[in-house]
Structures are given as structure tokens and as C-alpha cells.
């Protein structure tokens, strides 16, 4: 969210930038909204002075005991007064609900260093590491998964519906090891705190992050009596929240934190896009990366986070390139974004494995997160998140880069220490 002053300060400087979005945004009604809530709030704080030195006379007259009706006028006035006030405070709090909900709907300025367009092609190649193996008619994931028995994607479509899927024997192994290998990662050499968190959560929360309320058709909501819980598409949500209304000594920053959950995404709006196999299901794992820093420092904690996304492929021998994404194509709350694209032989490109995003100070202000400086200043803090990585799309990466001729799949060596297996045969069997 928007410091609703600095943005309609702003002005065409706002205007231009939010179009580089495609976001057309009118300062005009958001001033109307700011000024009237403030002259409500002016007139309500002039009122209430009012009715104060006013009900100072009431008291004087009852005990001068002088004429009553005198007395009687100066209650009737005192009445008065107390409903102007209630009136201007109504006011001033409907304007300011009017000007809240406004706010939430636009979404975060991108940065000067981000590139214009509006699609995923108008992002810029910043790097290419590693070569892509010369794979001769290479299967995709679905085929080699369902060929080697570790995916079933008929019984998932039984269970809960298409866009699920079930791993199974050494492909539910292979799934724990690849989020157990970048759990240690994160947690061993990059020095984040693993949590484990709710995975449902409030609609509040949901707001802090910006999913809510203009994504709401994107995510899963369930309730139990009066309770109203969403199911989180990213543990970026409840890790950003764990700190929603608090304020932060400037000493303690950067938090670095790390959870391995489950996520959610009806995928509205995806048309058919990726619907076979494992890369756009409604339900998959990811290990998620969030930052917590102050402004000053959150263009470099943003280049550290990737460091880290990258260092999971690095350690998987994956080909993979890295691309700053366009304006109109980053998400929602981010001011500037990195996609990491691994590389996949059956596609024979690559494709998106994780988003690192510095959301800069939006989340903050919405979800109430300050850092306390050394001058007892308070100030949003910065909040970055990032994909390390989503299990199932790093699976079927594997699955693709690591085929053999003959049917089978090796395994990454760093991977092998968690499976106890350095291959899967093309019968299905476990290579020692």
C-alpha cells in the first residue's frame, strides 16, 4: 500500500510510472477522498474544542445559579454540539474506509531500473549458467514420470480433479529430498530461520501481502462456523505477516526467514496454460525465501536473495537463465523483480522456477511492519520474497535434464545423500 499524501503528491510522476504497469490511475478522486477526510477530521477536532469550552460554561452557570433558562439554552447548545461531532467523526471515518479500500487496489510503483513492456517477452536477460544437455527426442516429465511409476496423475484426477497429481514410491523420495537439500541450503550456508507455519490464514493477512482483495479469485477460501480462512498460495504470506503490527529495532534487520509448506492457486485465468503434468498445479510444495530490511538496503538484500534461489540450481547441475522482468509483468506488490528460468529439453527453453521481488515498503504498510531506528524514528520496513525453490517444477527439471537413452533417470549427486539411490531404472527400480 501507498502513503496515500506522497502518492497523490506525486501526481503525473505517478501516473506515468503505474502506466508502465498498464494500470491507469486518476490522483483526482483519491485527493477528493484525502481532503474531505481531513476537513472532516479539521472540523470534528474544532467541534469537540467547542462543546469543551461550552460545557465549561454549562458548569459555571449551574453554579452561579443563575437563570434557567439561560442554563437550559447553554445544554441544548452542549447537545447540539456532541451530535455535530459524532456526525464529523462518522464522516471523517467513512471517507477514511473509502480512501483505505481505494488504496488497496493499487499496486506497487516499479522501479526506474525496471524495463518497459507488458509481457513476460519484454523481459531482459541479465545471465546464462551452465550448457543444456544434448538430449536426443527427450521425453517430457509426464511421460518419463508415468513410464518409471513415480507420477500418476489418473488416480490424482480421481481423488481431487484435474491439476493435481500423486507422487509416488521413488518420486515422493525424490520430492523430500529436493526440499529437505534447499531447507539445509537456506538454513546451513545462506543463514535463514526455518519455520513451519499455518498454512490457512485470515482475510487480514491475506491483505497484508496483497493478495487480497484484488487477487481473491486466485486463492482457495474455506470456513468453519463464523470463520472465514484462505489457503496460502505461497508461504511469503504467513512469513511477511509473522511481524504484521509490530515495530522492529533497526539493529535486529535483515530477518532472513525460510518455510516449507504447501501452497494453493485456483490459477484463474491461466487458460490451459502448462495444465499437463506438474508445472501449474492447485496444490504443490515450495520452499519459500522472505526478507525483512530497511529501504536503504533492499536493492542489495534483493541480489543476495537471488544469489541464493541460484545457488539451489547451481547444486543441482540445472542450465538455467535469469531475467529482470518487465513492468507490467511483475506481481502485484513488487517494485522490482528477477525470474529464474531452468532450462527444460522437452520444451527446448526456459522456463520460470522462481520470482525473487523486492516489494520495497508496500507490504510494510500494509500489514503495519516498522523498524525503530537509532533516533526512535519509525519507518515501514522494506519486505522481500522469492521462490528457493518450488519442489514440483524443480522434479520435473530433473526428470527432463537427467534422462538417459535407455528410459532411466540418474539423480543429481547432490541429492543422492538424502534418496539413498543414484539412479531410477527405466523398470522402476532403485540404483544404488
Aim: one cysteine or more; charged letters at 25%; hydrophobic letters at 40%.
Amino acid at each position: 500500500m501507498h502513503d496515500a499524501r506522497e502518492l497523490i503528491g506525486l501526481g503525473d510522476a505517478a501516473v506515468a510510472a503505474l502506466a508502465r504497469r498498464g494500470f491507469r490511475f486518476d490522483p483526482a478522486p483519491l485527493a477528493e477522498l484525502l481532503t474531505g477526510r481531513n476537513a472532516a477530521i479539521h472540523s470534528g477536532d474544532e467541534l469537540r474544542a467547542e462543546s469543551k469550552r461550552l460545557a465549561g460554561e454549562v458548569g459555571k452557570a449551574a453554579k452561579a445559579g443563575g437563570d434557567p433558562q439561560l442554563a437550559e439554552a447553554l445544554k441544548d447548545q452542549a447537545r447540539a454540539l456532541k451530535d455535530q461531532v459524532r456526525e464529523a467523526e462518522e464522516k471523517a471515518e467513512r471517507l477514511g474506509s473509502a480512501l483505505h479500500e481505494a488504496m488497496l487496489d493499487i499496486p506497487n510503483l516499479p522501479s526506474e531500473a525496471v524495463p518497459d513492456g507488458l509481457t513476460e517477452d519484454d523481459a531482459v536477460e541479465v545471465r546464462r549458467v551452465g550448457a543444456p544437455p544434448s538430449l536426443d527426442g527427450p521425453r517430457d516429465h509426464v511421460e518419463l514420470g508415468e513410464a518409471l511409476g513415480i507420477l500418476d496423475f489418473a488416480r490424482a484426477t480421481k481423488l481431487s480433479g484435474p491439476r493435481f497429481a500423486v507422487a509416488r514410491g521413488a518420486g515422493a523420495a525424490l520430492e523430500r529430498a529436493i526440499a529437505t537439500l534447499f531447507l539445509d541450503l537456506h538454513t546451513r550456508r545462506h543463514g535463514y530461520t526455518e519455520f513451519s507455519v499455518p498454512t490457512l490464514v485470515t482475510r487480514e493477512t491475506m491483505t497484508g501481502t496483497g493478495q487480497l482483495p484484488k487477487f481473491e479469485a486466485d486463492l482457495f477460501a474455506t470456513s468453519a462456523g463464523d470463520r472465514e480462512l484462505f489457503l496460502i498460495p505461497t508461504a511469503e504470506v504467513p512469513l511477511t505477516n509473522l511481524h504484521s503490527g509490530e515495530i522492529l529495532d533497526e539493529g535486529a534487520l535483515p530477518l532472513a526467514y525460510t518455510a516449507h509448506t504447501p501452497c494453493y492457486r485456483s490459477e484463474a485465468g491461466s487458460y490451459g496454460r502448462d495444465t499437463k503434468g506438474i508445472l501449474r498445479l492447485h496444490q504443490f510444495s515450495k520452499v519459500e525465501l522472505v526478507r525483512i530490511c530497511t529501504a536503504e538496503t533492499s536493492n542489495a538484500e534483493l541480489e543476495l536473495m537471488v544469489s541464493h534461489a541460484e545457488a539451489c540450481l547451481v547444486e543441482l547441475g540445472l542450465a538455467y537463465r535469469l531475467v529482470k522482468l518487465a513492468a507490467g509483468d511483475i506481481s502485484f506488490s513488487a517494485q522490482l523483480t528477477y525470474d529464474l528460468e531452468v532450462w527444460l529439453p522437452s520444451q527446448d527453453k526456459y522456463r520460470e522456477i522462481s520470482s525473487c521481488s523486492d516489494c520495497g515498503q508496500f507490504q510494510a504498510r500494509r500489514a503495519g511492519i516498522r523498524v525503530r531506528n537509532a533516533d526512535n524514528q519509525r519507518h515501514p520496513v522494506a519486505t522481500l520474497n522469492g521462490s528457493g525453490l518450488p519442489i514440483g517444477r524443480t522434479m520435473a527439471a530433473i526428470l527432463e535434464n537427467y534422462q538417459q537413452p535407455d528410459g532411466s533417470v540418474e539423480m543429481p549427486k547432490a541429492l543422492v545423500p538424502y534418496l539413498g539411490f543414484s539412479a531410477i531404472a527405466a523398470d522402476g527400480t532403485l540404483v544404488s
